[in-house]
């Protein structure tokens, strides 16, 4: 157990970047500074503004340090991105973003010495989603690079070689739909040799190592002690599951919900996972891999609610229940587990009060979540955080569909930057704040849900109407 008391916090988010001081007594945020997140268009190359970065973040420090004092620091980053090193640690190329579509110009050669999915749990993804395309993008279009490159690292890492000199990857960032890690091995993929960098790869860490403390160049113009740790850090939807992995037994799943749905299971049973129904494997901060699975969700209640959410009432949901008022897959077909599917209304939609509607709604997603959990073998309470976290019929729906406790969040260690922080407490730490219970339905109530999720179940394995 660290005895460090105020962490600063690298959170670099795909749209904002946030520096936070988190007090590890209270886990807490006790100071935070937010800037965008800028893609300069190019030349050469959609890429992102290193340098503005990296002035806000030793602004931030100095400033942390003056006003509180920092013992420590960690790293949390987006996934899908790399960073090139060059002889004396600066950037070899700019680092691309992850939207930009030039990686599927050469898809077809990429396809051909892309590693099988049964070996990374990575599934195919457009643009540079998969970091491994990216690379694969960047040495076919960037004159003279590999000759520049001296190693390869994972984002999250790139930060921490500026702050302490030492460059590593890390197992979380590698385990993003990479193509570039086998996570049940926890070995790097076939893709490195085919690419010609396994000697670039830098080597690979665990999240709670303490690689190194902030260069003395650093220190002394940010004010901070000589000597200051470094933690290697993790990816950010990883760093927001490590509380969990530190407070629950598995198997549990979590489930994270926004614009995306993410399911994610933790020590659940073996099953074979489809790519072509929106599964992956991540790796987790314990270097354990995670079958996971996703749908759009938060992108699908804001499409059919239109911007004017209603609570439904228990009346509205007996009428749904009676008359056997449905929503079949799928909103957004482009994802998700119905890929391809055109949703459909069992009774017509403007038949529906719009309380009533809302009760349908909150049923077809709950039936959504509890099929991307059962595409992944979870198993145990289902902890679900985010907006729907406040949904009570959502709630209701998931716990009987699944049949397992529906657990919620408790207390403050939630969240990227909480997440991170915890690291510093290295292997092996627990974590005493406990989540809540969502409490069980009565039998009858529990009885017509279970009949309608039946019902939905037969309704989606029929064939559906597909989109155009």
Not at 313 to 337: F, I, K, Q, W
């Amino acid at each position: 157990m660290s005895t460090y008391r105020n962490v600063a916090v690298i959170d670099i988010g795909k749209t904002n970047a946030k520096l936070a001081l988190v007090d590890m007594d209270a886990l807490a945020e006790i100071d935070v500074r937010t800037t965008p997140n800028v893609v300069h268009e190019g030349p050469p190359y959609p890429h992102f503004d290193i340098d503005r970065l990296w002035a806000f973040i030793l602004e931030g420090l100095a400033g942390f340090h003056e006003t509180h004092g920092i013992d420590a620091i960690s790293v949390t980053t987006h996934g899908a991105s790399v960073a090139l090193l060059d002889q004396i640690g600066g950037l070899a190329a700019p680092v691309l973003d992850y939207e930009f579509s030039g990686p599927d110009d050469f898809s077809d050669a990429y396809e051909a010495i892309r590693p099988k999915f049964e070996r990374t749990g990575a599934p195919r993804l457009p643009m540079g989603l998969n970091a491994g395309a990216q690379l694969h993008w960047l040495l076919n279009s960037q004159p003279r690079l590999r000759e520049r490159i001296n190693k390869v690292v994972t984002y999250p890492q790139f930060w921490v070689a500026r702050l302490t000199g030492i460059a590593c990857t890390e197992v979380t960032s590698l385990g993003c739909h990479t193509d570039l890690w086998e996570p049940e091995a926890g070995r790097f993929s076939t893709l490195p040799e085919q690419l010609g960098l396994s000697d670039k790869m830098a080597p690979v860490r665990v999240p709670t190592d303490k690689v190194g403390a902030v260069v003395p160049m650093l220190a002394r113009a940010t004010g901070l002690a000589e000597g200051t740790p470094v933690f290697c850090g993790i990816h950010d939807s990883n760093a927001s599951l490590y509380p969990h992995l530190l407070a629950l037994d598995a198997p549990f799943s979590v489930l994270s919900t926004g614009t995306w749905v993410i399911a994610m299971a933790v020590g659940g049973h073996a099953t074979q996972l489809d790519p072509s129904r929106d599964t992956l494997i991540n790796v987790n901060a314990l270097g354990q891999p995670v079958p996971s699975a996703r749908f759009m969700g938060g992108r699908e209640y804001e499409l059919l609610m239109q911007g004017q959410p209603v609570t439904p009432t228990p009346e509205d949901l007996d009428t749904v229940l009676s008359r056997g008022a449905m929503l079949l897959p799928s909103v957004v077909s482009e994802s998700g587990p119905f890929q391809g599917r055109r949703h459909e209304w069992t009774v017509p939609e403007d038949a529906l009060s719009p309380g009533e509607r809302a009760a349908v709604i909150s049923l077809y997603l709950a039936m959504m979540a509890e099929t991307c959990l059962g595409m992944i073998g979870a198993g145990g309470q289902t902890l679900t955080e985010g907006p729907f976290s406040r949904n009570r019929l959502f709630l209701d729906m998931l716990a009987v569909a699944t049949g397992r406790p529906v657990l919620l969040p408790g207390g403050s260690a939630t969240g990227t930057s909480i997440g991170a922080a915890l690291l510093t407490r290295g292997p092996g730490a627990t974590l005493s704040e406990k989540p809540g219970s969502h409490a069980p339905l009565e039998k009858r109530q529990a009885q017509a849900l279970q009949t309608y999720a039946e019902t939905w179940r037969m309704a989606c394995a029929e064939p559906l109407a597909t989109s155009a």
